[in-house]
């Protein structure tokens, strides 16, 4: 079956931010994303970094089943593993040892706003005890600066957001580096993105 979503937002934003990956990406390993969605990022990445291996998760079945079909569609079964069950929230993470021992970084993109800040900390606690010195955390989406939002499209989307969920909402680029901070981990660059977005990078420092 053909179970494949299509989200709009990651036909328009892979490009991008597939550029400012390249940069900060190894050669060889493995990255694990957290919050794969529809998994059209999963596939796109691991067929422009084919010498890593692409591990793409998600808690909801209808997403991994669209990733699956996505991975299928794509000819990349032999080479991409099958979407991890990972709910940020329930720890220790269930990873394979051969993408744990490779990892090279983990990336979020779009969850952290669509998701309680509960998840925000659980993402930051986990990736700093799986992370060793020198590996990235990668989030993209969108952030408030000094609290305030820095278009008013965001602001409607914000509201948007707390009307399908009160514990939903755009977060503030300070305080979620606050927490980095805790988990052993430097904001090491905030770079603007189209249509209002970000993206950060994180290294562990320790």
């Known amino acids: 079956m053909d179970n494949r979503l299509f989200f709009p937002a990651t036909q328009r934003n892979r490009l991008c931010i597939g550029d400012l990956l390249s940069k900060i990406i190894n050669k060889n390993g493995s990255i694990l994303e957290i919050g794969s969605g529809s998994g059209q990022h999963g596939v796109v990445f691991q067929k422009r970094f084919p010498k890593i291996i692409w591990q793409t998760s998600d808690p909801e079945i209808v997403h991994r089943q669209s990733i699956t079909s996505w991975i299928e569609y794509e000819n990349l079964s032999e080479k991409m593993p099958q979407p991890l069950v990972i709910d940020v929230e329930k720890i220790p993470w269930k990873i394979p040892l051969k993408i744990l021992h490779s990892l090279q970084g983990i990336v979020s993109i779009n969850m952290i706003h669509i998701a309680e800040w509960s998840c925000t900390l659980a993402l930051f606690r986990e990736s700093g ?10 989030l993209y989406g969108p952030f408030k600066i000094g609290n305030k939002h820095t278009s008013q499209s965001n602001y409607l989307f914000d ?23 805790k988990n052993g981990f430097f904001q090491e660059n905030i770079i603007s993105m189209p249509a209002n977005n970000f993206s950060i990078i994180y290294r562990k420092i320790y």
């Open 129 to 138: 005890k799986i992370l060793n010195k020198g590996q990235f955390l990668f």
């Open 159 to 181: 509201d948007s957001l707390k009307l399908q969920n009160e514990l939903w909402g755009i977060r503030d680029i300070e305080k979620v580096s606050d927490e980095g901070k």
